[in-house]
């Protein structure tokens, strides 16, 4: 199994069925090996700084209904909200004071934010805050929206694939979306500017072997700046309710792996996986991440964007969140450091 990590390392990718069997066979040697690898190489290129985004969950409105997904359409039961453009500027405000110097605006797919609206917020944020990044997370888009969204300021956009095989990605969404625009959406981003993070759940229903070969084999050929990933945890109002949640052993391996294997990129500890584990961010950074993105939603809403069932961090303000995750870093060698956190390319 160390051969596979090693050629891995060397080469910065391996066959399909190499990945497959990785998957399949890894043991608690294989990923501490693995985790070790990925921390040096970690190391070498970000140092001990662990760079920190301010997250501002403005809607959790959406007009898809993916299976997985608590605040998805078909959920009459979610209680829905807008910010404001005042309170998305006020939690900016807050986060600047607490050292953020990225900004990470993350809704649904919520036609009430029209092209015009998103590129007035960016640009009333790059304005004020010319020092900082503002990444964007809110879905797919045609060409001509991202654009308008780049030209406006925004600097990066995350949008998970969730999966880059179409058989297992029709279980996870409706007919009315599809991989193929997704993945169209990613190069369409890349060949923009931005810097593009992608991404998948670890352990969603119907999720294979095969499938998350497919998923790294994908990355290495878009070659993201960030891939964010994390366990799936199901939500008590999605028909996946009954489902299995992904494990802490398996998303850290792969965090692992990423590392590994695309070694420049920005590679967050989830807040998923803080729910899983109670130490979940520490061992995601032990194990290559060098990203933590806390929340500076304001704490009335907190709960309102609940993707899956019993989501960390909920009731703490600004500020306790911040310097909570501070403490925890710091408990594991590392810091958080003032400073937008662009990839090293």
């Given at each position: 199994?160390?051969?596979?990590?090693?050629?891995?390392?060397?080469?910065?990718?391996?066959?399909?069925?190499?990945?497959?069997?990785?998957?399949?066979?890894?043991?608690?040697?294989?990923?501490?090996?693995?985790?070790?690898?990925?921390?040096?190489?970690?190391?070498?290129?970000?140092?001990?700084?662990?760079?920190?985004?301010?997250?501002?969950?403005?809607?959790?409105?959406?007009?898809?209904?993916?299976?997985?997904?608590g605040i998805n359409c078909t959920n009459r039961d979610a209680e829905r909200y807008r910010l404001s453009d005042e309170e998305i500027l006020l939690c900016c405000e807050?986060?600047?004071?607490?050292?953020?110097?990225?900004?990470?605006?993350q809704g649904g797919e919520d036609p009430f934010y029209t092209d015009d609206?998103?590129?007035?917020?960016?640009?009333?944020?790059?304005k004020k805050y010319s020092d900082c990044?503002?990444?964007?997370s809110i879905g797919e888009k045609e060409y001509d929206s991202y654009k308008k969204f780049f030209d406006a300021g925004a600097d990066r956009y995350l949008l998970r694939h969730e999966t880059a095989d179409d058989a297992h990605y029709r279980k996870l969404h409706p007919e009315s979306m599809s991989l193929e625009h997704r993945k169209k959406c990613l190069y369409d981003l890349k060949e923009i500017g931005y810097q593009v993070g992608c991404g998948f759940m670890v352990g969603s229903p119907f999720q294979t072997a095969e499938n998350l070969a497919d998923d790294f084999l994908f990355i290495?050929?878009?070659?993201?700046?960030?891939?964010?990933?994390?366990?799936?945890?199901?939500?008590?109002?999605t028909v996946f309710a009954d489902k299995k949640a992904g494990t802490l052993k398996e998303t850290l391996f792969f965090l692992s792996l990423l590392r590994i294997m695309e070694k420049r990129v920005l590679l967050p500890a989830t807040t998923a996986l803080a729910t899983i584990d109670s130490t979940g961010r520490e061992k995601g950074i032990l194990a290559g991440a060098n990203v933590v993105m806390p929340n500076l939603s304001p704490v009335g809403v907190r709960k309102k964007y609940k993707l899956y069932d019993g989501k960390v961090c909920t009731g703490e303000d600004a500020a306790e969140c911040r310097f909570c995750l501070e403490r925890r870093i710091e408990s594991v060698g590392y810091h958080v450091v003032v400073s937008r956190g662009d990839y090293k390319a």
């Open positions: 199994m160390k051969n596979l990590i090693d050629a891995l390392e060397k080469n910065s990718a391996l066959t399909k069925e190499e990945f497959t069997f990785l998957i399949k066979n890894h043991d608690e040697e294989t990923d501490r090996y693995a985790a070790l690898k990925a921390r040096k190489i970690a190391d070498d290129i970000y140092g001990k700084d662990i760079y920190i985004r301010g997250l501002i969950e403005f809607t959790n409105y959406c007009k898809n209904g993916c299976y997985y997904c807050k986060g600047y004071e607490l050292g953020y110097r990225t900004f990470v605006l609206k998103i590129a007035a917020i960016v640009n009333s944020i790059k990044a503002v990444t964007l290495h050929a878009l070659k993201p700046h960030m891939v964010g990933i994390g366990p799936f945890i199901p939500h008590e109002k």
